[in-house]
């Protein structure tokens, strides 16, 4: 159950990133920005499988292997955080796009597919207006 939630939210980390680049650019696009469409950089990023404490609290057995898991395979924290540094230093070419390993990275098909593009809009639509009713304006 908890990796379902991780790969949703990763998928909704995914779309909610693209979908904002598109939004900001369509508004420089139409004049509606205040900033050109190359003043913000939107991307989503993924660090990896870092030796980190983000796992602390699995329950056992899913511990253990984790953390087997992550002494064979796991990056460091810095080794990972190079993705998050490149994406934040990136220019225009990473706008709306999807890293990992400091490369730009095409995501899944489901994201490039046409449903997904339908999805990719109602989460957007939804999770703003959940926002505004959290905090209206």
Known sequence: MSQDRYNAS????VLMARELAARLDNAAAS???KTSGSSIIVNSLNPGFCQS??????????NLV??????????SCEMGSR?????????PET???????????????????????????KVFDEMLEILEGVAPG
Do not use: W
């Open 10 to 13: 990763k998928l909704l980390d």
């Open 31 to 33: 004049g509606e920005g």
């Open 53 to 62: 404490e983000l796992f602390r609290n699995m329950p056992f057995p899913l």
């Open 66 to 75: 984790t953390r087997v898991s992550l002494f064979l395979i796991g990056r």
């Open 83 to 91: 993705t998050l540094v490149a994406g934040a230093a990136g220019g």
């Open 95 to 121: 706008h709306g796009k999807y890293m990992d390993s400091c490369q730009i990275r095409d995501p899944s098909l489901f994201v490039l597919s046409e449903e997904g593009q339908k999805v990719q809009k």
